[in-house]
């Protein structure tokens, strides 16, 4: 077996610190029930390893394998996910009075979504530590990701869904061989349907409640970093539902802070909700350290429909050390934007990911930005995704 360079050394928990053996499959801390954290000798990497060899190499987020827990290459399974572009969008930053306004766009992945990231690193990890069958609840995108990398890696997979997920990605996890289970209700629904029925020996995947799909989502903020030169955006907004990507992306400025190799300069992170599902929104404006349940959920951005994320307390630490914020829009102002945006700028957002764009006149009103800022937004999934939310934006629902 051919080995990878890669300076992975532990995991540790988030909360207590506790370190948790990374050489079996783990999901929580076994002490405190938090989420654990994959830890890297970083003052070895800062010794051996160069900024300029992290940004060459292969066009995939395995460029980053020295830093990823992945330990032997025939182990990793890709699809060809990560590196994906960032636009300029002037004209829509023009209409709003913003000079400097990107967006990256995550639609460019594997199975179309931000998701092949967690996924693809996740289900390499699982396979190298033995796992045979993995089993997630999701709302949509996360589970046709894990059945796309399983079904690449020979493993079986198990979703659990709501009934009302996105046709699209029901027929996908279908399509890639997953065995999958259509729950009355919410994600938080599906995952109680999951927990009761799940056999002993599926290994779950969970947001946050495995450590490893965080590192696939953190190369998000790697790749921020190389496209931006390395001197990060002032503010970054993200759409905000479980929040492994926001948490990945301030997990991955601080290894990068460690190493040396950024300044201290930090964005404000922005998270982005919806006013029918918005318990990070309720939680920051309070100054809480977790979130409460958000009853009755309901949004058309079905991402953003978590009533509570488990890593909720990591999501609102970003927030706080960042000095960013919390906004919720409203589902009129994500389908008006899906459709500016496209019209402007020949992007078709997904309903998450126009959720960012929307909260933009709300965050430059209350100052939380300002038009001198370097903004960048990030779209999590292609919007063919959602036929549905299409036509009710362009006006042509049924």
């Not at 396979?127 to 990701?145: F, H, Y």
């Not at 994320?309 to 630490?317: G, K, S, V, Y």
């Not at 001198?372 to 042509?396: D, F, H, M, P």
């Amino acid at each position: 077996m051919k080995s990878i360079p890669s300076f992975f050394s532990h995991l540790e928990c988030s909360s207590c610190r506790t370190v948790h053996d990374h050489t079996v499959l783990q999901t929580v801390c076994t002490r405190c029930g938090r989420s654990l954290l994959a830890k890297y000798d970083l003052k070895s990497a800062q010794r051996k390893f160069t900024r300029d060899q992290l940004q060459s190499g292969e066009g995939t987020l395995w460029r980053y394998r020295e830093l990823l827990p992945v330990l032997f290459e025939e182990n990793v399974v890709s699809l060809g996910e990560g590196q994906t572009p960032i636009f300029r969008l002037k004209r829509l930053g023009s209409a709003l009075g913003i000079q400097n306004l990107w967006l990256k766009d995550d639609s460019f992945n594997a199975t179309g979504s931000f998701k092949a990231r967690g996924l693809s690193v996740a289900v390499s990890k699982a396979r190298e530590l033995g796992a045979k069958e993995l089993c997630i609840p999701t709302a949509g995108n996360a589970g046709s990701a894990l059945a796309a990398y399983a079904a690449a890696a020979g493993l079986r997979s198990h979703i659990y869904m709501p009934d009302d997920t996105p046709q699209t990605n029901v027929v996908e996890c279908r399509l890639y061989g997953a065995d999958v289970h259509l729950v009355r209700g919410l994600i938080s629904d599906a995952a109680t349907a999951m927990n009761r029925e799940k056999d002993a020996g599926w290994f779950d995947v969970s947001t946050m409640k495995e450590p490893y799909r965080l590192e696939g989502k953190k190369t998000l903020g790697y790749e921020i970093a190389v496209q931006f030169s390395w001197r990060l955006p002032d503010v970054i907004i993200y759409p905000t539902g479980g929040g492994t990507g926001l948490i990945g992306m301030w997990k991955a400025f601080g290894e990068l802070g460690e190493l040396g190799w950024l300044d201290k300069r930090r964005p404000k992170m922005v998270a982005v909700q919806t006013t029918g599902c918005a318990p990070v929104v309720r939680a920051f404006e309070a100054h809480a350290g977790t979130s409460e349940f958000w009853n009755g959920a309901s949004t058309i951005a079905t991402g953003l429909r978590v009533p509570k994320a488990f890593a909720d307390n990591l999501i609102l630490d970003a927030l706080y050390d960042s000095e960013g914020a919390a906004v919720a829009v409203s589902d009129d102002d994500i389908l008006a934007t899906i459709s500016k945006v496209a019209a402007l700028e020949g992007l078709l957002l997904s309903p998450e990911g126009a959720a960012t764009a929307a909260a933009l006149p709300t965050m430059l009103e209350s100052g939380v930005i300002s038009p001198s800022s370097v903004i960048l937004l990030c779209n999590t999934g292609s919007g063919l995704k959602y036929a549905e939310v299409l036509q009710r934006s362009a006006g042509l629902e049924q």
